[in-house]
């Protein structure tokens, strides 16, 4: 079940953000004056078709409000009159940025974890900086409070940017003409959406069929035409060839923008950054997209993000190894969304079918987790389910210290015990059994098949288990000893050359370790 955190914009709140993505109508501009929209009656009020009632019910959406209270975002009160606001930062600094930061992580840290994290106006600024930082602090291998890492694996971005300020501290180039366009953009879109309040003490002052982002064309300094889409070197100021390699969002990520928004130019700013990305223009401005058409393309990318993450976690690996596991839990996921794979039987590659067969089984570590990586970096030994219960203490423990030794050596591939092995091997026997019961009238097929042919002998379906797998152990084994070999062959090269020498290194080939100034 798919599981999304949800970040709200400056001056609005969890519960607002709810509403605004909801279920199936949409609260009047100017509510009638008897009544009233608090925090907590926010989830009954009709909204338009928002793109979440287009989604299935295994969707979990986690709506949480941001730690300051604030002034709400320019017309919020005029909808939702009663409603306490909230900001993720009360100044613009990248102090302010990194307590916000840890906030979410602590929030992560106790409630995840997430698939996916989803975010409008500042909640994206947010989720953009922390990958940012993050990807910073992972370009040397040591990090400065974010623990392992950016804690989703897709971003969904509504009408968001980057602030340039964070992009400074972290040592990216942010030419004049950026901060020119940034200061003219957000003093348009304040103007803009503030007409909302105007509009709701005068509603007379309210056209019929004139929207409240239209009439900007003439002030926008930007052209949505995609073929006018600025290059690489040049989005609004900013030199994208120019980064380094690190300055990227390394995950799929959704980004829904409007043509009308006066901050579509930070939007497309923040989609140069991540190059696993899909774009959609709703045709409005600043604001979360309501009308049925548009709500059933932006589920449908969600969706196809889904899709994305299969994509990414099914690479290859043989059999046994921690990438293909990874592939079978997200393929497990992604059939509870709702998704399945289309291609027959027949046509199946062979790591599809592999997947197919570990997602029948139950993997888990000793213990029964599903996260085999521990805090300090090493790996715990996974298995099906059923494996460990075979299993004695003895033999837990002797596979698990096996595995925990070679991690913390670096190695990738550390062979089982051959307690493990075995029993591994009986549980891939069993799983087959089952699915052969289940398939009998295939297997009556095959068999007349035989009889008409002279009665030819095959190997069985699990006797081809069982040889694939000793296979893989083999060559997980002489993985293993090659391995051990090099490590022997460096330990009697430092013998050589004495243990307490001491190897000079260039300092040109010194690592960089400038860190991002501090405010």
């Not at 889409?229 to 995950?251: K, M, N, Q």
């Not at 709500?295 to 969706?303: D, G, K, N, Q, T």
């Not at 210290?401 to 009986?426: H, W």
């Not at 009998?440 to 040889?467: C, F, I, L, M, Y």
Request: charged share 35%; aromatic share 8%.
């Amino acid at each position: 079940m798919p599981k999304i955190l949800c970040l709200h914009g400056h001056g609005t709140s969890g519960s607002i953000f709810k509403s605004q993505t909801g279920t199936s109508f949409t609260p009047p501009v100017l509510p009638p004056k008897h009544i009233s929209i608090t925090e907590t009656n926010l989830t009954a009020i009709p909204t338009t078709a928002a793109f979440r009632s287009k989604l299935p019910p295994s969707y979990t959406f986690d709506f949480i409000s941001a730690p300051h209270p604030s002034a709400p975002a320019p017309g919020i009160k005029a909808i939702y009159r009663d409603s306490p606001t909230y900001t993720w930062f009360r100044e613009p600094t990248p102090t302010g940025l990194r307590d916000a930061h840890n906030c979410v992580l602590e929030y992560v840290k106790k409630n995840g974890p997430y698939d996916a994290v989803m975010g409008f106006s500042q909640g994206c600024s947010l989720i953009a900086t922390m990958a940012l930082y993050c990807a910073f602090d992972g370009r040397d291998g040591y990090g400065d409070g974010y623990g392992d890492g950016f804690p989703f694996r897709a971003a969904v971005f509504i009408c968001g940017g980057v602030p340039l300020y964070a992009l400074r501290d972290l040592g990216l180039d942010v030419s004049d003409r950026a901060e020119e366009i940034n200061k003219e953009t957000g003093a348009l879109l304040n103007g803009t959406a503030g007409k909302l309040s105007t509009f709701a003490a005068d509603p007379t002052l309210v056209k019929r069929g004139v929207g409240l982002w239209d009439g900007n064309g003439d002030a926008l300094v930007h052209d949505p035409d995609p073929v006018n889409r600025p290059g690489r070197e040049d989005v609004f100021g900013l030199d994208f060839t120019a980064f380094p390699g690190w300055a990227r969002i390394g995950i799929p990520t959704v980004h829904v923008y409007g043509c009308k928004d006066p901050r579509w130019p930070s939007g497309i700013q923040l989609a140069e950054f991540c190059p696993d990305r899909v774009e959609f223009d709703h045709g409005g401005g600043h604001d979360i997209p309501r009308v049925s058409g548009v709500s059933e393309r932006i589920a449908e990318l969600l969706r196809e993000e889904v899709k994305n993450e299969v994509q990414q976690g099914d690479k290859g690996g043989k059999p046994g190894q921690w990438s293909a596991r990874k592939a079978q839990l997200t393929a497990s996921e992604y059939k509870a969304r709702g998704g399945d794979y289309t291609t027959s039987k027949e046509e199946k590659k062979p790591e599809q079918k592999n997947l197919d067969k570990w997602t029948g089984e139950e993997w888990q570590t000793k213990e029964g987790s599903g996260t085999a990586k521990q805090d300090d970096g090493t790996r715990k030994r996974y298995l099906p389910k059923k494996a460990w219960e075979e299993l004695d203490e003895g033999e837990k423990e002797e596979t698990e210290k096996k595995k925990e030794e070679g991690s913390k050596k670096g190695k990738q591939f550390v062979g089982n015990t051959a307690p493990a092995k075995r029993k591994r091997k009986e549980v891939s026997k069993d799983k087959k059994d089952e699915g052969e019961a289940e398939d009998e009238s295939e297997e009556e097929a095959v068999d007349e098949a035989e009889d008409e042919s002279g009665g030819e002998e095959k190997p069985a379906a699990d006797d081809d288990a069982v040889r694939e797998e000793e296979e893989d152990d083999e060559e997980e084994e002489k993985e293993e000893e090659e391995e051990d070999e090099r490590e022997e062959d460096e330990e009697d090269e430092d013998q050589e050359l004495g243990n307490d020498a001491e190897v000079d290194t260039p300092e040109g080939e010194q690592p960089d370790k400038k860190r991002r100034k501090k405010d």
